[in-house]
């Protein structure tokens, strides 16, 4: 009698799976909770390596930056990221009137996106900075940015220069320098001021506008939407201890 049931039971399973397998499976299998995917993302990275690299020619690309800043490639590597652009670039922003600037890093890289995160962490620390930020470019993103390419490598943007520059871009800024493969500078600004975007949009003209007028050949401006995460000293070991190790990117 104990055979002949267990021979009943297993006919009834193979009908049930044949009249509604879902429903049947459902009824043997534990549920499996859904895994999420490492997303792979590309980011542009707003990182100073503080006093490394004051004296360091702006435009000095990856191959000289390997001797300058032998870690910054250790750490990417060591999170499975890819350093696609890196260069020395200089930053600018005003500080009660006066515009600042120093050297900091044209840095792109690509990689999970936990990893590039934790990337900036590192970095920040290492380099006793107070905060990193990290820009990746999605359509759906809320913040605007904007990109002026440029014909010209080091010499024209003096402090003059920037002083005219940051009438307009009141956010700060970046400037890529041409050098080794790169044959065009770029002027990249994040939309951070409480203005509009179609005021930042104007602003931007006008920045091309000085550029022009300083003998540049500066192109019309790209604009793209981005989605910013700032990295802070306060959460650079938060940002390093969510990283997905030994992934490559």
Known sequence: MRARARVLLLLLFVLGLTAYPSAALGAMLPPVAPQQVPTIVQMRLGISAGDAIQNVKRGTDRRALEQV???LFQAANGLGVRIDEVSVGRGFWSEDGTV???NDLDL???GLRQNILALG???GQMWGQSSVLAWEMTVTAEMLTASIPVTAA????????????????TDGGHIRFAGGETLLSLVFVAHTSDDSD???RARMGRARDVLKANGL???????AQADMTEISKNTYQQFIDGAMRGKAG
Not at 154 to 169: G, Y
Not at 217 to 223: I, R, T
């Open 121 to 123: 962490a590192t970095l």
């Open 217 to 223: 050949g500066a192109s019309a401006p790209v604009f």
């Open 154 to 169: 080091v010499e024209p943007f003096n402090d003059s220069l920037f002083q005219k520059l940051a009438e307009v871009l």
């Open 69 to 71: 800043l032998p870690e």
């Open 100 to 102: 600042m600037s120093e």
């Open 198 to 200: 179609d005021q930042f």
């Open 108 to 110: 792109v890289v690509t």
